[in-house]
């Protein structure tokens, strides 16, 4: 298909199929996230502890920088709560698994973004033990979120309503006051 009046173009620098697998975070604002064009990453058996946990964001960042094809897959959340929570909050909120298309600040204004800032996130095999949870947030379309456990927190998993096109299904919630959070789940 070819460019035509409504059609967005960003070039910037690419990151691209980053492989973060095996890794120990711990009294840490966040583990690992992706940010800023960063397509096909995958973040495997990693463990946090006192860090944010993981979380991958699109956003127009000096530009339009989205998040593509990244998946967090068998990482564990052994203690969810540290010094600050996964975006530097104080009082610290609980670490999360998290996909991110985030709308843009210009000046006080929240814009709306027309498309997906992120797309294509998967979430699989996780565990997170405590005062952890996950989340999709945003401009995000066509996540999978299954086959991950959440046990001792509040949240088990939270999804906006601005979200396109997710698929969650088999995941398991133990000790967890409120399993679910958002539009009717797939599963």
């Known amino acids: 298909m070819e460019p035509d009046n409504t059609s967005v173009a960003s070039i910037t620098r690419a990151q691209q199929n980053y492989l973060l697998i095996g890794n120990d975070f711990s009294d840490a604002s966040i583990a690992i996230q992706f940010y800023g064009i ?4 995958i973040a495997a058996e990693s463990t946090s502890a006192r860090a944010g946990g993981f979380h991958l964001m699109g956003k127009e960042y000096f530009g339009v920088q989205p998040s593509w094809y990244c998946q967090f897959l068998d990482n564990t959340i052994t203690e969810g709560n540290g010094m600050t929570g996964p975006w530097n909050n104080v009082p610290p909120v609980e670490s999360h698994i998290s996909a991110w298309g985030r709308e843009t600040l210009r000046g006080k204004v929240i814009v709306e ?56 299904r088999a995941n398991r919630f133990v000790n967890v006051r409120k399993p679910y959070e958002g539009p009717h789940p797939s599963e």
């Open 38 to 41: 960063s397509i096909g990453h």
């Open 113 to 168: 973004m027309t498309w997906p800032m992120a797309r294509c996130a998967v979430i699989r095999g996780n565990r997170l033990q405590n005062n952890a949870h996950l989340e999709l947030r945003g401009t995000l379309s066509d996540a999978v979120v299954e086959n991950n456990t959440v046990e001792n927190a509040d949240l088990g998993l939270r999804v906006e309503e601005k979200v396109k096109w997710a698929v969650i």
